[in-house]
């Protein structure tokens, strides 16, 4: 099985007047551009799509994500949080710590944990 790649070659023989040999010239390379673009926007967007999985699937990483919002707080406190709460729960706070002052976020997990250290879950 042969397979034609004609619509690669550069068709430079042909009795075409010149305007359209250049916009074929510049269609081409629009083409490729294009081309490029698309798998770059795909690969982008499959590493975001494993990404949201893990956190929606892995209760590690959820875990491993506050603890990085929240360098301040005491591990004890993020894995009472992180066992007690439920997915919502920890988005809310993950949106918290990126927006919050550290400070005030610490005092919030200090709270939070508290609170919920005598619950089954929230």
Known sequence: MQVSLHFLIDLSLCDYPEIIR???FVNEKIYVF??????????ISGVSLIYRLLTVFGPQVRMYLLRAKSRLSEPRQI???AQKCQIGDWFVLYQLGKNMDPLIYR???QD?????QGRDTV
Not at 34 to 43: G, T
């Open 22 to 24: 250049l916009s074929d």
């Open 34 to 43: 294009l081309w490029f673009w698309f798998i770059i926007v795909a690969a």
């Open 79 to 81: 894995d009472v949080i």
């Open 107 to 109: 005092e919030l997990i």
């Open 112 to 116: 939070l944990a508290q609170r919920l």
